[in-house]
């Protein structure tokens, strides 16, 4: 189970943190994604963690705005989100991946979500 | 950045008949392919990966073809619940992407 919290409204320029429990599996062996769903839109990948935490990856829209980060001793992943832009606008779904490592970034289940709102 | 195309955009069919869904990578991803279902006010479901490999508890009238650029996502008989916006994502490369998403209904 993966249960995202942290939405909410955050004006243009400011920051939010969003954290996701996961339970039900061994967090500490399975890389970990965040995506996100703007209202009436398709699916975006934002980001993505390895296993260890070691190696990080980054969406260019979010790029220098967002960190991801992970404590694997409490079974949570985490996304910084700073700068904030109304296009930042969306549900977003942590989820866990296939695997670690190449070939295995791939989401195979998913929270139910938080919005998180920009606007002023 | 690897662009998804799917196509069709949508499509309209009825219950029982076969689907044929299509996505295009603008180079090659291997068998780095990921189906998803979005059902409204859903999360996702992963229904393929690695190209045709069902995930679990996905039934049998899911599959999946191809590799390189070409990939087909084939309901073999269309139930009343597969009526939804189905998602093709890669994840050969970074950045990840996904397609623009086919809505069946």
């Known amino acids: 189970q993966l249960l995202e919290s942290g939405g909410g409204l955050v004006q243009p320029g400011g920051s939010l943190r969003l954290s996701c429990a996961a339970s039900?599996?061994?967090?500490?062996?399975?890389?970990m994604t965040w995506l996100r769903q703007a209202p009436g839109k398709g699916l975006e990948w934002v980001s993505a963690?390895?296993?260890?935490?070691?190696?990080?990856f980054y969406a260019g829209s979010v790029k220098g705005r967002f960190t991801i980060s992970r404590d694997n001793s409490k079974n949570t992943l985490y996304v910084q989100m700073n700068s904030l832009r109304p296009e930042d606008t969306a549900v977003y779904y942590c989820?866990?991946?296939?695997?670690?490592?190449?070939?295995?970034?791939?989401?195979?289940?998913w929270g139910q979500g938080t919005l998180v709102t920009v606007s002023s | 950045d690897i662009v998804m195309t799917q196509s069709p955009g949508a499509l309209s069919v009825s219950p029982g008949e076969r689907v044929t869904l299509s996505c295009r990578a603008s180079?090659?991803?291997?068998?780095?392919l990921a189906w998803y279902q979005q059902r409204p006010g859903r999360a996702p479901r992963l229904l393929i990966y690695?190209?045709?490999t069902r995930a679990t508890g996905v039934p049998a009238r899911f599959s999946g073809s191809g590799s390189g650029t070409e990939f087909t996502l084939t309901i073999s008989s269309l139930q009343s619940e597969d009526f939804a916006v189905y998602y093709c994502?890669?994840?050969?490369?970074?950045?990840?992407?996904f397609g623009q998403g086919t809505k069946v209904e």
């Open positions: 989820a866990k991946n296939c695997g670690d490592g190449p070939g295995n970034y791939c989401p195979d289940h």
């Open positions: 994502h890669q994840y050969y490369d970074w950045p990840l992407t």
């Open positions: 963690i390895s296993a260890g935490g070691g190696e990080s």
């Open positions: 180079r090659r991803v291997s068998s780095d």
């Open positions: 690695g190209a045709s």
């Open positions: 039900g599996f061994t967090f500490s062996n399975y890389a």
